[in-house]
């Protein structure tokens, strides 16, 4: 018989004779125990497969303790690379080969999803599933949205079920991420599921709860912070209206700063590129207010991005074009400064003999940035 054996953190394909299995075999017929070095390690075998007459362990939930019995390391669905080969392939099969690999799928899931191997075999079951094997597998994740929120190959699954199902089905996501709404917000792998979220279902009243509650305050920490100004995008590029103005509304007294923000000036740029034509003259505006600003902002490696968002924006779009022009004899001395008026077309300008050109002459003559 042929066995997975995991020891020290390796799972290793053991062949144990009739006699070795009937002396380490406990009363289930698929519990196997095997001690090392003081450690005793216990696999629970949950899936199996039949082919060709003989029974291959998939995978099961392991659990290391020490000789006194006290918790030292859990593992939950240790599944090693050639089991999980196995699965895919009985998936990949159909039949009954296919439903019987799904239900076991389902049986797992809440531990599978939490490991590489497990997560890839989930999501391409739920591609296969039928729709009441899908919603059986969404089923399973009630309850565990917040732990699986923190993995990265948890949230893969996560992020293909509100993919794949209707706002409903997958409203239980939202519903459970709204208590620790900010601090997923602002994980590596969280915001992902938010942004899916606002994508897929952004009117849902589940959706709308957890926003609410991720923009409740300190939005400029958000707006600053590594992953969460990732969020604050997602909300502007496919938010309600009122989200998108609260956002605008806390950027507005202090954009200079988010400008030459490295994250804060990505969130200034999709405030420019999503929301109303109004709003945006706004913050073009904030700009043009002070004398000189919108050159120096052309000059800064994050600044020019949203100089370039600027030149977008309808009517106001030609005046930041017009300051720019202006205050060319500083700007050009800039590398990025120089790559906007290349751009721009006006660096041949930058040659011209002083008062050759009236054009010049005019943009001369305008105060302001």
């Not at 291959?56 to 999980?84: F, H, I, K, N, Y």
């Not at 009985?90 to 939490?114: K, M, N, T, Y």
């Not at 000189?292 to 074009?321: D, I, N, Q, T, Y």
Request: charged share 20%; proline share 2%.
């Amino acid at each position: 018989m042929c066995v997975w054996i995991v020891k020290s953190s390796f799972v290793h394909a053991v062949d144990l004779g009739d006699e070795d299995v009937e002396s380490n075999i406990d009363e289930s017929p698929r519990r196997i125990r095997a001690s090392s070095d003081g450690m005793m390690m216990q696999v629970s075998w949950a899936l199996s497969l039949s082919t060709e007459g003989r029974t291959t362990s998939l995978s099961g939930g392991m659990q290391s303790r020490d000789v006194e019995g006290a918790t030292t390391s859990t593992c939950s669905s240790g599944c090693g690379p050639s089991a999980m080969v196995l699965m895919l392939e009985a998936i990949e099969v159909g039949g009954d080969r296919q439903r019987s690999a799904i239900a076991q799928i389902i049986a797992e899931l809440p531990a599978l999803i939490f490991e590489e191997e497990g997560s890839r075999v989930s999501q391409r079951a739920l591609e296969l599933a039928t729709p009441a094997e899908a919603r059986g597998m969404a089923r399973q994740l009630h309850g565990s949205v917040l732990s699986a929120a923190r993995s990265s190959c948890a949230q893969l699954v996560l992020q293909q079920v509100i993919c794949l199902f209707g706002t409903e089905d997958a409203a239980f996501i939202a519903e459970e991420l709204t208590p620790g709404a900010r601090g997923i917000a602002q994980s590596g792998v969280g915001g992902d599921i938010v942004a899916r979220l606002l994508e897929c279902s952004s009117e849902d009243w589940r959706t709308i709860a957890l926003t609410d509650r991720i923009l409740e305050d300190d939005l400029p920490g958000l707006f600053c912070h590594k992953f969460g100004h990732n969020v604050a995008v997602s909300v502007l590029s496919n938010g309600l209206c009122r989200h998108k103005t609260k956002i605008i509304t806390a950027l507005l007294p202090d954009v200079q700063r988010f400008a030459r923000h490295r994250f804060g000036t990505r969130v200034l740029e999709a405030a420019l590129l999503h929301c109303s034509h109004a709003e945006q003259a706004l913050i073009a505006r904030a700009f043009m207010q002070q004398s000189g600003a919108v050159a120096s902002l052309a000059c800064h490696a994050f600044g020019v991005h949203v100089v370039r968002a600027m030149l977008e924006v309808p009517v106001e779009g030609e005046r930041v074009k017009r300051y720019i022009v202006k205050g060319q004899r500083r700007v050009r001395k800039d590398r990025y400064g120089l790559e906007l008026l290349q751009d721009l077309g006006v660096e041949k300008a930058a040659g011209a003999s002083d008062g050759s050109s009236s054009e010049l002459a005019d943009i001369a003559a305008v105060g302001g940035a």
